[in-house]
């Protein structure tokens, strides 16, 4: 079972990738609410299949009524929607593919086989660009972090009403990470190191120093209670943020 999600622009393209070389489940979002946060389209998924000869044991007529009611649910849900971007009404069942679109397809499918990357994502990103969904958000892209960590980092300053300071908590995540020991950013350390890189960029925007309030969570990660870090975290920054230079695991 193969999970991504498109926030930093990758998503089609990976998904795609895992079909060619076997995988025997993706995961897809009907149109309304595909894209961005989200995994990529199960229609865009469903062309890619019939091109391959790949079958889906899909009802696609199902899917597209049921994308209809998703548009009007997407739309009451408005003030929770952090994207507010829809695709272009489309249906495979229906519609037909612009032929310069169809050939974006095809040259995704033979750079995958072929391991191009760059032409794959030149001719996913197209495909979407045509389709309205939304670009590559190139903080993620370039501060390598998953999308679910950058939904918590936005929620988190949505509620210190500082949305004005996230460029500046992206651009700490890098430092926070080597920091701590350059843990992998996933759950829960993609949150533990999400959450100091907020604090730390308030922290500096009102002055104070970088550290003034580490997170419990953070602590714990730093003084070695969640393992072995891949880098060693400095005696002196330990001592500093757990009171301690030895790292000490987590007392059972």
Not at 177 to 187: H, K, Q, S, Y
């Given at each position: 079972d193969f999970h991504t999600h498109c926030t930093p622009g990758y998503g089609l393209a990976a998904v795609l990738t895992a079909i060619v070389y076997g995988a025997d489940i993706v995961d897809t979002v009907i149109w309304n609410f595909a894209g961005g946060p989200a995994a990529p389209a199960l229609e865009l998924i469903y062309i890619f299949c019939k091109k391959l000869g790949v079958e889906l044991d899909v009802n696609m007529e199902a899917v597209a009524k049921i994308n209809k009611e998703l548009f009007d649910i997407r739309k009451e849900l408005d003030?929770?929607?952090?994207?507010?971007?829809?695709?272009?009404?489309?249906?495979?069942?229906?519609?037909?593919?612009?032929?310069?679109?169809?050939?974006?397809?095809?040259?995704?499918?033979?750079?995958?086989?072929?391991?191009?990357?760059?032409?794959?994502?030149?001719?996913?990103?197209?495909?979407?660009?045509?389709?309205?969904?939304?670009?590559?958000?190139?903080?993620?892209?370039?501060?390598?972090?998953?999308?679910?960590?950058?939904?918590?980092?936005?929620?988190?300053?949505?509620?210190?009403?500082?949305?004005?300071?996230?460029?500046?908590?992206?651009k700490l995540i890098p430092s926070v990470?080597?920091?701590?020991?350059?843990?992998?950013?996933?759950?829960p350390t993609s949150q533990i190191v999400g959450a100091q890189a907020v604090s730390s960029a308030l922290n500096l925007k009102n002055g104070r120093p970088k550290y003034a309030n580490a997170s419990?969570?953070?602590?714990?990660?730093?003084?070695?209670?969640?393992?072995k870090t891949p880098v060693p975290v400095n005696p002196e920054f330990r001592l500093q943020i757990a009171g301690t230079r030895e790292e000490t695991p987590y007392d059972t």
């Open positions: 003030p929770y929607d952090a994207v507010k971007q829809f695709p272009k009404p489309f249906n495979p069942l229906t519609d037909t593919l612009p032929a310069e679109i169809d050939r974006e397809f095809d040259k995704a499918i033979e750079a995958a086989e072929r391991n191009d990357e760059a032409t794959l994502l030149d001719a996913c990103h197209a495909i979407e660009t045509y389709f309205n969904f939304p670009k590559a958000d190139e903080r993620v892209k370039n501060a390598e972090i998953p999308g679910g960590m950058y939904t918590n980092m936005v929620a988190q300053l949505k509620q210190f009403n500082s949305l004005d300071i996230l460029d500046d908590a992206m990470r080597l920091d701590a020991g350059l843990p992998p950013l996933v759950t419990n969570q953070f602590v714990a990660l730093v003084k070695g209670e969640y393992g």
